[in-house]
């Protein structure tokens, strides 16, 4: 019998799952094409894991990942993490990207001179692309020299990086965008 436990949650962009034990949150996934194909995916992950209803910092963290699909601010810093079986490496990146909050975006290269890597970008894209949390450890808001838009491993590959990082009404450039200055409610605002 395992001691980790997963829910489904429906979101803005499809049904996400957590998995969690008594150390903490130990995995998050992005929605998949299919519902069906997330819970499969939980069970081929974590075959001995059991599915109940979250409750406590758990439940809270699933309100919290609702409410930022949905073009919400919150802040996902304090949601408990279960590192284990994470090296000391990308566990420093993934701390270090914790930090980067709503609308916001970073470089990798400047994520890998955050966590004294210089000149290491693709190795961070590496590591990033294994994130064992995303959206708690917000890989989508990592983006290539210039603004591009970069990798995104997830479901949905790139298309869902920019669907997430549009919902948080995040900047990818300092030049104004399209709609910045003319009173949409959506309109990107600097944080």
Sequence with gaps: MSDLNFT???TAIGRSAIVWGAGGIRRTLLPEAE????HRLVMKLFPASSEIEAEGDIAATIVAIRAL?????????EAPLDMTGVEPFPARVYEALRRVGPGETITYGALATKVGADGEARAIGAILGRNPFPIIVPCHRVLAAGGKAGGFSAPGGVATKLVMLTRERARTADAPGLFDGIGLPLAAKRP
């Design 8 to 10: 489904l949650f429906e």
């Design 35 to 38: 519902a069906a194909e997330t």
């Design 69 to 77: 699909l949905e073009g919400g601010r919150e802040d996902l810093r």
